[in-house]
C-alpha cells in the first residue's frame, strides 16, 4: 500500500488549501484515514481522521471548525480542506491509512501506512 499526499504549499494566513491524499496498491480495500502534522522540533500531532465508510469524522480541536476531512471511494483519495489558515498551522502534513473497519483512528501508533509529507507554509 502506498500513500501519496499533495497540495501542500505557501499561502498568506487566512487564505485555503486543499490536501489530497491517493492510495494506491491494494486498493480492492478500504482503510480508515487520518492526518497528522508535524512542525519543526515539535512532535507529530493528530488533525483530522475519517472511517472507512466516510461516516464517522473527528478533528482535533486545533482543526474543529477550520478544517474538513474527506473522502472519495471511487477516487481512493483523502482530503483535507483547510480553511482560515494561521502561521501556526505551517507543518508538515502526513496522511496515514489503516485496515480499521469501524469507526475512526486517531493514535498515530494504530496506523499501518503512511505517506511521505507535504508541506504547508503559512505567512503572516
Do not use: H
Request: proline share 2%; net charge neutral; glycine share 10%.
Amino acid at each position: 500500500v502506498q500513500l501519496q499526499a499533495s497540495g501542500g504549499g505557501l499561502v498568506q494566513a487566512g487564505g485555503s488549501l486543499r490536501l489530497s491524499c491517493e492510495v494506491s496498491g491494494r486498493t480492492s480495500s478500504r482503510y480508515a484515514m487520518g492526518w497528522f502534522r508535524q512542525a519543526p522540533g515539535k512532535e507529530r500531532e493528530f488533525v483530522a481522521a475519517i472511517s472507512l465508510s466516510g461516516q464517522s469524522t473527528y478533528y482535533a480541536d486545533l482543526a474543529k471548525g477550520r478544517f474538513t476531512i474527506s473522502r472519495d471511494n471511487a477516487k481512493n483519495t483523502v482530503y483535507l480542506q483547510m480553511n482560515s489558515l494561521k502561521p501556526e498551522d505551517t507543518s508538515v502534513y502526513y496522511c496515514a491509512a489503516d485496515s480499521f473497519e469501524y469507526g475512526v483512528v486517531l493514535a498515530a501508533t494504530e496506523y499501518a501506512y503512511w505517506g511521505q509529507g507535504t508541506l504547508v507554509t503559512v505567512s503572516s
